[in-house]
């Protein structure tokens, strides 16, 4: 029988996943079947049980749902632990296991994609919700030069950067709030827009010189052209969207579910020539 998985969310018809999936199939000689699962508002543990008694193997997790999913989820796996959200879930046995593979594929595409070594940088996270939980551990664990987290409302920006440093794991002295305002003067070599401005058309209020020379920009948004990108390009930097996160954290979820990590730079090559069509 055909292994069943799928993302589930709301809305979820937009997802890449389905797409992602089966080129990781093919590519891997893995047979399964991935669909999308509209989940109602308040309806979402149900729509997992229901899944997982039909005999589904595994979910990606989509938003509203992330947060849910961490408390549906009996067992929390890695760095799951501290995002407090989770997005894979794996029925093993009679548990439902909560992974988070959001920060591994930031940390991927940056790393490996991109080749914008994390270790010793300056890094600025522009949000403070749950994406910044997503990734903030995977980041820190790379060791750059300082972590600076900047966001509208600066009591935020506190919380989260307090709820870090009290994991041993994940101390380090540059590791600071700040509200944008008090940006000016600074410079960053890797700018993350974790909010969602850009899918709103809005551009988060930074200095004119926020960029250092050779900085990345990277916004997490994929498949458009955001206001944050433009910045970044009138300045000369490079700049990148959250395709290649995506295609990563796809590819950490099919190796927890099947044991194969697949190969990422066919697959991100493929949708971003199908999205300049």
Known sequence: MTDQYAVIGNPV??????QIHAQFARATGQDLAYGRILAPREGFRDAVLAFRA???????????????????????????????????????????????????????????????????????????????????EPLLREQPESVVVANRTLEKAVELVGYFEKLQSCALQGF????????????????????????????????????????????????????????????GARFADGLGMLVEQAAESFDIWRGVRPETAPVIRALRQKAEE
Do not use: C
Not at 61 to 86: D, I, M, N, Y
């Open 13 to 18: 018809a937009h997802s890449l996943s389905p």
């Open 176 to 235: 600071s709030a700040r509200a944008y305002g008090a940006l000016a003067g600074t410079q960053y070599d890797i700018v993350i827009n974790a909010t969602s401005a850009g899918l709103e058309g809005a551009m988060p209020p930074l200095p004119e010189e926020i960029l250092a020379p050779g900085a990345l920009a990277y916004d997490m948004v994929y498949a458009r052209r955001t206001p944050f990108l433009d910045f970044a390009q009138a300045r």
């Open 54 to 136: 039909a005999g589904g193997k595994g979910l990606n997790v989509t938003l509203p749902f992330k947060h849910e999913a961490w408390r549906v989820a009996g067992v929390r796996s890695g760095f799951a632990l501290a995002a407090g959200a989770v997005n894979t879930l794996s029925f093993e046995g009679g548990s439902i296991v909560g992974h988070n593979t959001d920060g591994i594929g930031l940390v991927r595409d940056l790393t490996q994609n991109l080749r914008a070594g994390i270790r010793g940088k300056r890094v600025l996270l522009m949000g403070a919700g749950g994406a910044s939980y997503g990734v903030m």
